[in-house]
């Protein structure tokens, strides 16, 4: 099946600081990739969804300034959260879409800011 | 009200016994719909999807009500194995996926 890597998998940072995750795709190529946050005991929130070659779409609530989101190739998505506090603290999870309906979750980076 | 709705449980359960998740979702244009499970601290992976004429994996069946918006996941003859979270998520135009909450299953011996 598809592979989508994740980097770090777990990011330990001091608050006020930035920190960028990547999202690739190792054998395929994915004009679309989706980034996830998800909270203990809370289902996955859709943070922005991320296009090639153009501007991510954030969800409702989800600061853009924050969250700055690269899609620069078809295989690479890069989330960089900026100015992190503590309550950013999360599991945050990409996907890339394959095509139809076929989409594939990374493995999450667990970010703790302290 | 929740896009996706689900009894978060949990649902403590025999080996052996079977159980039934249910689910709802409020947009109606909503157009794919999946069973995903997530084992704590890790990704969700993809259970199955579902169809308006239901799809069986094993033990596993799923059923979609259009009309009613409503998805079902029944689990027979459980396992240790199976304890963890359903996630029921629902698709949306442009790909997105939504996510319940989750069920959290825990099958014991």
């Known amino acids: 099946g598809a592979v989508v890597s994740q980097h770090p998998s777990w990011v330990i940072c001091k608050s006020g600081t930035s920190v960028k995750i990547e999202c690739r795709s190792l054998?395929?190529?994915?004009?679309?990739m989706f980034w996830y946050r998800q909270f203990p005991k809370q289902s996955l929130m859709l943070m922005a969804t991320?296009?090639?070659?153009?501007?991510?779409?954030?969800e409702q609530g989800v600061e853009k300034d924050k969250f700055l989101i690269n899609h620069a190739s078809l295989t690479l998505s890069t989330l960089t959260v900026t100015s992190a506090h503590p309550e950013d603290s999360s599991f945050y999870i990409c996907?890339?879409?394959?095509?139809?309906?076929?989409?594939?979750f990374g493995p999450g980076t667990r970010l703790t800011v302290t | 009200r929740k896009e996706v709705e689900q009894d978060p449980g949990p649902f403590n359960v025999p080996e052996g016994a079977t159980v039934a998740f249910n689910c709802t979702y409020s947009?109606?244009?909503?157009?794919?719909f999946f069973w995903y499970r997530q084992d704590c601290r890790k990704e969700p992976k993809l259970l199955m999807s579902?169809?308006?004429s239901g799809n069986e994996d094993g033990r596993f069946t799923a059923q979609l009500n259009r009309a009613s918006q409503y998805i079902s996941l029944l689990i027979r003859d459980s396992k240790l194995s199976d304890s963890a979270t359903y996630l029921c998520?629902?698709?949306?135009?442009?790909?997105?996926?939504?996510f319940g909450k989750g069920t959290t299953l825990s099958v014991s011996s």
């Open positions: 996907s890339a879409h394959r095509g139809g309906n076929e989409q594939y």
């Open positions: 054998d395929f190529q994915a004009t679309t």
């Open positions: 991320s296009n090639e070659g153009s501007k991510a779409t954030y």
């Open positions: 947009n109606s244009a909503s157009q794919s």
């Open positions: 579902v169809y308006s």
């Open positions: 998520v629902v698709g949306r135009a442009g790909t997105a996926l939504i």
